[in-house]
C-alpha cells in the first residue's frame, strides 16, 4: 500500500479557508461548487485536530453529503484519516482487511466476525477494524461480539499486528480508537447530525495493519453507487485486491437466498462482477440470514435509532458464533462458510466455490477454528 504523506506536510486549514469551503459547500444542491482535494484534506485535518468549530464541522460534512461528494474530495477526505492512522506491518505476506459497516446490524446476526478464526484455520491472516458503537443503526458490531465473548476488544495496533503472525492465532480486531484516534473522537458529533457522512464511507477503507507482499480488502455495499466509489478509492490506496460484496445490511456476508453478487479486482487487473450459485457449495437457503432471536428485548430508548438491547443482541450474535464453530449448523456457521469460502476463492486458494467450502467447513468440522477464536480473544 502506498505511504500515506505525513500530516506536517498538509497545510493546516485556516479560518479564511474553513469559511470559503463552508460557503461553496453549503448553498443547495443547484448552487453548491466542489472543492479541491487538498482542500477537503485540509479541511479533514482541520475536524481531526479539532481546530474548527463544531457547528461548521457539522455544516461542511452535512453539505458535502447534500451536494453529493466529488471523487476528489473522497480522497482527500480518505487520505486525511489516514495521515492520523497508526501504521503498522504484520510478520506476513498477505494480510486480509475485512470492513464491515461500522453501525452495525439490527435486522440480522452478522456471522462476519467469525469468519476471521476460520480463515485463519485454512491458513489465511486476517482482521477487521471497527467500533463499538455508532449511529444511526447502533447495532451489533464486531467490537460488542468480542467483548460479549469475554475478549479484549481494545488491543494496540501492534499487539493485533503481532496476533496476525502468531502461528497459534492469525486473527484479530483493531478498535477505531486505537489505530485513529481523532477520527474516533468525531463520533458524539457523528451522531448529533444523524445522516450518513463521507466518513462512513472512507473510514471502511482504512487499512491500519498492512502484509509485507500484499494487502486484500473485502467489504461490502448495498446501494450500486458506492461500488463504483469503494473500487476507486481501493485502487487509490493501493490495496493488493478488492472483494466488494453486495452483502446484507451492507456488510460481506450475502443473502443465502440468491446467488452471491461480488466485485472484484486483482493488482492492475480491470474490475469484474460476479455471480456465484450457491447451491455450487451447498448453501442456497430460503433465508436471507441468520434471525434477531425472540429473545432479545428492545433498547431502552435512550439512543434513538437504537432498536434492540445492545448488550443482549451481541451475547446472542457471541453465543451463536461460539455454537457455530463448535459444529453446530444453522445461519451463522452458513455465514462463516461462506465469508470464508468467498475471500478463499478470491485469493486462489481454491479452484471453485465448492471447494473453498469444503475447506472452511474442515476448519470447523476439525475443531481448528474454534480453537483460534478462542485464542485471539
Known amino acids: 500500500m502506498n505511504k500515506s504523506i505525513s500530516s506536517d506536510d498538509i497545510q493546516v486549514a485556516d479560518a479564511k479557508l474553513i469559511r470559503s469551503v463552508i460557503q461553496r459547500v453549503a448553498t443547495g444542491p443547484e448552487l453548491s461548487k466542489n472543492i479541491s482535494y487538498d482542500e477537503a484534506r485540509a479541511m479533514m485535518h482541520a475536524l481531526l485536530d479539532q481546530s474548527i468549530d463544531p457547528v461548521q464541522a457539522g455544516v461542511f460534512l452535512i453539505g458535502l453529503r447534500m451536494k453529493r461528494e466529488t471523487e476528489d474530495e473522497v480522497r482527500g477526505i480518505l487520505d486525511a484519516l489516514r ?34 478464526p476460520v480463515l485463519a484455520a485454512c491458513g489465511v491472516s486476517a482482521y477487521s477494524h471497527g467500533v463499538e458503537t455508532v449511529g444511526p443503526k447502533f447495532g451489533v458490531t464486531h467490537h460488542t461480539t468480542i467483548k460479549a465473548l469475554g475478549g479484549n476488544p481494545v488491543r494496540s495496533v501492534e499487539e493485533t499486528s503481532n496476533q496476525l503472525s502468531d502461528p497459534d492465532i492469525g486473527w484479530g480486531y483493531i478498535d477505531q480508537s486505537k489505530f485513529c484516534p481523532s477520527l474516533h473522537s468525531l463520533n458524539e458529533l457523528r451522531t448529533l447530525i444523524v445522516k450518513r457522512p463521507v466518513l462512513t464511507t472512507t473510514e471502511v477503507m482504512i487499512g491500519p495493519i498492512t502484509g509485507t507482499s500484499g494487502t486484500h480488502l473485502v467489504t461490502g455495499y448495498v ?16 490495496y493488493e485486491s478488492l472483494l466488494l460484496v453486495r452483502g446484507t445490511e451492507g456488510g460481506v456476508i450475502p443473502s443465502f437466498a440468491k446467488p452471491a453478487h461480488v466485485v472484484r479486482y486483482w493488482h492492475d487487473e480491470p474490475s469484474e462482477e460476479l455471480d456465484h450459485n450457491l447451491a455450487e457449495c451447498a448453501l442456497e437457503r430460503s433465508y436471507r440470514a441468520a434471525n434477531i432471536p425472540d429473545d432479545v428485548p428492545e433498547a431502552d430508548g435512550k439512543h434513538i435509532g437504537m432498536k434492540w438491547n445492545l448488550d443482549a443482541l451481541s451475547r446472542a450474535c457471541a453465543d451463536g458464533g461460539l455454537a457455530a464453530l463448535g459444529g453446530e449448523a444453522g445461519p451463522l456457521q452458513d455465514a462463516a ?14 479452484k471453485d466455490m465448492g471447494e473453498a467450502a469444503n475447506q472452511a467447513r474442515e476448519a470447523i468440522n476439525s475443531g481448528e477454528a474454534l480453537h483460534r477464536l478462542k485464542a485471539g480473544l
Open 223 to 238: 446501494h450500486k453507487p458506492y461500488r463504483d466509489v469503494y473500487t476507486t478509492l481501493a485502487r487509490h490506496i493501493g
Open 337 to 350: 462458510v461462506l465469508g470464508t469460502a468467498l475471500i478463499l476463492l478470491h485469493l486462489g486458494r481454491a
Open 83 to 116: 495521515d492520523k492512522t497508526i501504521q503498522a506491518t504484520a510478520s506476513v505476506s498477505d494480510v486480509v482487511v475485512i470492513s464491515d459497516p461500522y453501525n452495525g446490524f439490527n435486522r440480522s446476526l452478522p456471522g462476519s466476525l467469525f469468519v476471521l
